[in-house]
């Protein structure tokens, strides 16, 4: 069990419901994101394709009209299951199977040729082993496709959750606890444009469970645990450039991948901000951000409140040469708020923080070694 099978078991949920009455659109949302991370429909047509953790199916259900040649789907929470079952039902050609159950206790001989966990792995606190899990059941040549999260591109997320713990700490019932960070972060959720699930269930699932606390993996820790037999294909954000020459290119995978990781601890700030975009800084400034965002992580965990002014105005400090205004503004009035003590109506109002949203979690693709 995990904290999002906890939280979701305990309350028969599975807030991961997205508004698809534009289908056409999801469908082209969809397919943009995959062909960005290198991976075009075209490479689902009639391949074996396992899909760990997709809650009610709605990605699933644009996937399955690349027509694959078999589609597997591991879901262990008996809401999200449900829900993924009749969604398919209409759709279904007789190639789809169901599993109802975790991946750890998923038995199975076969291999697939493309893998998806989207949305999962950054709220594990078992992420080594269940890639290692993945990566067994993938083909020779296959493909897999992840999640990232890390502390810097969930900073303004962790941020909203401290402000939603002390909004809501005396609050038992979590139907109520969940009306009023509706009441408190609709105006920050209003503007997003791109937003495509509900309030509630969006509140429920990032400030009322708790998994956004163990999101601590990054692209960099991701491309690490994938370097041994797999090459680094794409990214959604796309902040990588590779100029090498293709006849000086690194023929093992481990030499092939350390340039992405190279630029991504120049470029990991900029994750901080969907709006801000950014060449690069010193990495060593980057890991120090890391380190401050995580010690906030703790001060959450650890419920202490009095250090929370102090790790900001440090993380402010940080990043003060290199980010726009809106960043600084936007941390600014946070510090303000916890100083004056926050509130559903100031939190409400707020005027700068409402419209930081971090870049949040990342897209990764990774091809497995070729056996020549
Ligand atoms: C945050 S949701 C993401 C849903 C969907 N993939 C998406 O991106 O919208 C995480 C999903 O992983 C499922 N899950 C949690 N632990 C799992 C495990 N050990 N094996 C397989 N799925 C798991 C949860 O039940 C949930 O449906």
């Known amino acids: 069990m995990n904290e999002y099978l906890s939280f979701y078991e305990k309350y028969k949920i599975s807030p991961v419901v997205q508004n698809i009455d534009d289908f056409t659109a999801h469908r082209k949302r969809r397919t943009n994101l995959y062909r960005m991370i290198g991976v075009p429909s075209i490479l689902f047509k009639d391949k074996n394709i396992l899909e760990i953790g997709p809650g009610g199916g709605y990605n699933t259900l644009v996937t399955y009209t690349y027509n694959p040649k078999t589609y597997t789907l591991i879901e262990p929470n008996s809401t999200g299951f449900n829900e993924l079952k009749d969604n398919l039902k209409d759709l279904n050609k007789g190639n789809i199977y169901f599993h109802n159950c975790m991946l750890e206790d998923f038995k199975t001989e076969r291999k697939y040729d493309v893998i998806m966990c989207e949305g999962l792995i950054p709220g594990l606190n078992n992420k080594k082993e269940f890639i290692q899990n993945i990566q067994k059941l993938l083909n020779e040549n296959g493909i897999i496709i992840i999640t990232s999260a890390d502390e810097i591109s969930v900073f303004y997320e962790l941020i909203r959750k401290y402000m939603a713990n002390v909004l809501s700490q005396n609050i038992e019932n979590i139907n109520e606890r969940v009306a009023i960070l509706v009441k408190a972060f609709s105006s920050h959720l209003d503007t997003l444009d791109g937003m495509s699930r509900s309030y509630s269930d969006w509140c429920l699932d990032n400030l009322v469970g708790e998994s956004l606390l163990e999101h601590t993996f990054s692209m960099f820790d991701a491309i690490t645990l994938f370097e041994d037999d797999f090459y680094f294909l794409g990214s959604s954000p796309d902040i990588f450039t590779n100029y090498t020459w293709y006849k000086e290119m690194a023929t093992q995978s481990v030499n092939?991948?350390?340039?992405?990781?190279?630029?991504?601890?120049?470029?990991?700030?900029?994750?901080?901000?969907?709006?801000?975009?950014?060449?690069?800084?010193?990495?060593?400034?980057?890991?120090?951000?890391?380190?401050?965002?995580?010690?906030?992580?703790?001060?959450?965990?650890?419920?202490?409140?009095?250090?929370?002014?102090?790790?900001?105005?440090?993380?402010?400090?940080?990043?003060q040469l290199d980010v726009n205004?809106?960043?600084?503004?936007?941390?600014?009035?946070?510090?303000?708020?916890?100083?004056?003590?926050?509130?559903?109506?100031?939190?409400?109002?707020?005027?700068?923080?409402?419209?930081?949203?971090?870049?949040?979690?990342?897209?990764?693709?990774?091809?497995k070694v070729e056996q020549i």
Not at 296 to 318: G, R
Not at 334 to 344: A, F, H, L, Y
């Open 325 to 367: 205004d809106e960043i600084l503004k936007s941390i600014e009035e946070v510090i303000d708020i916890v100083n004056s003590g926050i509130t559903v109506d100031k939190v409400y109002k707020m005027k700068y923080f409402n419209k930081a949203f971090g870049r949040g979690q990342s897209y990764l693709s990774f091809s």
């Open 256 to 319: 092939y991948n350390s340039p992405y990781k190279e630029q991504f601890l120049k470029k990991w700030h900029t994750l901080i901000d969907y709006r801000y975009i950014d060449n690069g800084r010193d990495s060593s400034q980057n890991l120090e951000l890391s380190k401050l965002c995580k010690t906030f992580i703790n001060a959450i965990k650890k419920e202490e409140t009095n250090s929370v002014v102090n790790i900001l105005t440090a993380i402010k400090t940080n990043l």
